[in-house]
């Protein structure tokens, strides 16, 4: 089975400044997509961004980026020019590329990791 | 945009009552999830259903069943609900099972008396 690590539970930043989010992650397969969720105080999870593995350029989205190391099973998130409104939880997120792994059905389904609690500071 | 609305954000039960957790997605989507959110453990996947009358659980699916009548809709049902069952609830839904991202709604946060 796929296991997800956060081992940040909370972070911290000042507006403007760069922070990085680690994730790791544990898995047999070759193929699979990694996702960055963001959760903030109202509650809805939004996508930030998605890395497919069989890709090796690591995906951006505006201010963030992701720097993904498949041999080492690393998918960590970096935000530049953090702003007030980054205040979130983070989640890091694995789902299998096949419809089936080995243990039964997956259908897609998400791994998620711990969650990193990121706070600005203005 | 998608949406994934759910019935209520906050809701109090009683120990052993039968609770239902509604969600009604608006984007015909096939694929409907349910997860728990606790602190210092993510998100757990319930169940699942990739289409209408299906179902497949998830990680932790004990003390839960689901149902799924009408394709926009997901319910997850707490047969005899108990302390241990307070917790954040998730729906999210999807277009297809692997490609597309998952949306999801605002959550309920479901505490059991």
């Known amino acids: 089975a796929q296991t997800v690590t956060q081992s940040q539970p909370e972070m911290s930043v000042q507006e403007a400044e760069t922070v990085t989010l680690s994730c790791t992650y544990d898995?047999?397969?070759?193929?699979?997509?990694l996702f960055w969720y963001k959760q903030p105080p109202s509650r809805q999870m939004i996508l930030v961004i998605r890395q497919e593995a069989y890709k090796q350029q690591n995906a951006t989205e505006n201010r963030f980026s992701v720097n993904f190391q498949k041999a080492a099973k690393s998918f960590s998130l970096k935000i530049s020019d953090s702003q007030l409104g980054d205040a979130a939880m983070y989640f890091c997120?694995?789902?299998?590329?096949?419809?089936?792994?080995?243990?039964?059905?997956?259908?897609?389904?998400?791994?998620f990791g711990q969650g990193t609690i990121l706070t600005v500071h203005p | 945009d998608v949406k994934v609305t759910q019935s209520s954000r906050y809701l109090v039960k009683r120990t052993g009552e039968k609770v239902f957790l509604e969600c009604v997605q608006d984007m015909d989507h096939e694929n409907m999830f349910w997860y728990r959110q606790d602190p210092g453990l993510g998100l757990r996947l319930i169940y699942f259903s990739y289409d209408v009358k299906m179902k497949e659980k998830g990680d932790i699916p004990e003390g839960y069943s689901v149902s799924r009548e009408k394709k926009e809709r997901f319910s997850l049902i707490l047969e005899s609900a108990s302390t241990n069952q307070t917790s954040m609830y998730l729906c999210?839904?999807?277009?297809?099972?692997?490609?597309?991202?998952?949306?999801f709604g605002d959550g309920t946060r479901l505490s059991i008396l």
């Open positions: 997120a694995y789902r299998s590329a096949f419809m089936a792994n080995a243990g039964g059905t997956s259908y897609g389904k998400l791994t």
């Open positions: 999210a839904s999807s277009w297809d099972r692997i490609n597309q991202p998952q949306h």
């Open positions: 898995t047999s397969e070759s193929d699979y997509y």
